[in-house]
């Protein structure tokens, strides 16, 4: 079954259904992704995007079905070796950029690899290389409470790159941001996609944003929809 499909993520039947009150979050769904594809989830606030985007990260363990990550059957793994390959192939980016703030930019960074157990040397290289594709060079001694918006996602997305991870989940990376902050995030994950071709799946409540992907999954109710890749203008 896993061995050798053309799709690096594979949700296969998935329902997720939360605590006491049987909220029925995900319902039985599944979706392919090929490696370096852009996707996005687009839906109303509450449809069960930030759930999908947990499942297929490991995150949360789906309630039924499975999650598969290249040959990787995410929900039969324990939690340590899931853990294992999130550090190893997955990059995440939140809504609120989710950075320390007792840490610089740099330190922000370099982090996963530091916890990696990477040379102290070369940690510090690796982000100041990865800084200067975001953009960022000239803040790498800022804490987070110094940047705007932009700024913090920025960081957030080179720290989610540092480890040159296969697969990106974006959970609304937008969604804090102004307009024009939001448009350099979303012109910045494209050129990262079709630059480094990680696939990238992005959550988003918002079309303009969903309209930077190459593939649009419309997801209301915890159910897909619709599923549309857009024609390749190039
Ligand atoms: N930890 C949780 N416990 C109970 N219900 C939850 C939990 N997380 C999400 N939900 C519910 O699951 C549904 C989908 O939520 P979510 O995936 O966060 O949607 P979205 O990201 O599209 O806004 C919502 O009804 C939400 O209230
Ligand atoms: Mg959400």
Known sequence: MSEGSIFQLRVEAVSKTYGDHHVNAVKDVSLN?????FAALMGPSGCGKSTLLNLMGGIDRPTSGRVWLDDKDLSALSDEEVTKIRGNRIGFIFQFFN????LTVIENVALPLELAGRDGRECQKQAIEMLALVGMEKRVK???SQLSGG???RTAIARALIHRPTLILADEPTGNLDSE???AVLELLQSVNREFKPTIVMATHSQEA???ADRIIEVRDGIVFGDKQKCSLN
């Open 33 to 37: 992704f090929q490696s370096g594809e």
């Open 142 to 144: 800022f804490y987070p």
């Open 181 to 183: 902050n939001g448009k």
């Open 151 to 153: 700024e913090m996602q």
């Open 99 to 102: 950075l320390l703030s007792t």
């Open 210 to 212: 969903a309209s930077y």
